[in-house]
């Protein structure tokens, strides 16, 4: 599978992005048809150390049964240490040529983009993929820029061409096909996913919206 075919439903979650225990939700999901996980610990609550290696672990492996890339949020040295199929860095987070150096060369290396600035920036530095976003209002991160919303998504796949692009910020089922028909080559979504009542379901609803003509 391409990257830009794995970025189709992008699922992101830490333990306190749900109520039930988080490697059941991310199985749920995995069942349901996600395509790329990403763990992102970070938070009230958020495990550390040994706690938080124990955790990806278990999602790592997990993701490996459903043969879905498992990626870490901002921690190069967690993603080096659990063998992780790679990491996305923000803006904030080590610069992607930093990462690259350190990381195996088989790494996927996704950073964030918040405007067509940053974008085209990743873009250049030679990013595998880029996160775009917040397209919509969140409540998932409290330090989320201003929404871009579709237009900004759409200049940010004019400016990059081809790169493989993934939307991301209040992406639910009912704005999810426009997401992908201002040009993103899948959704990434937090809450859609780990808030649901079934996250089975959820993935799955999600997913058909991301097939549109
Ligand atoms: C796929 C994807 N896109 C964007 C982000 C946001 O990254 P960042 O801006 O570094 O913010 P945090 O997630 O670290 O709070 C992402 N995680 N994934
Ligand atoms: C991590 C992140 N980066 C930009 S918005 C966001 C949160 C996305 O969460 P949700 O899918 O619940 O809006
Ligand atoms: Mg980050």
Redesign the pocket.
Known sequence: MTIRHSLQV?F?MGSNNCIDNPLYVLEQALAGGITMF?F?E?GRGAKTGTDKQKLALQMKELCRRYHVPFLV??DVDLAIKVGADGI??????EPIDSVRRRCPEHFIV?V?A?NVHEAVEADSAGAD?I???PVFATAT?H?AKTPIGLEGLAEIRRLIGNTPL?A?GGIQEKNAAEVIKAGADGI?VISAISASENALTAAQQLKLRTIVN
Do not use: L, P
Request: glycine share 16%; charged share 30%; proline share 0%.
């Open positions: 992008y992101i990403q992102r970070k949020n901002d996305h860095v923000g803006q904030e987070d996704g964030s918040t993929y996160g775009a976003g991160k330090d993934v991301i990434s």
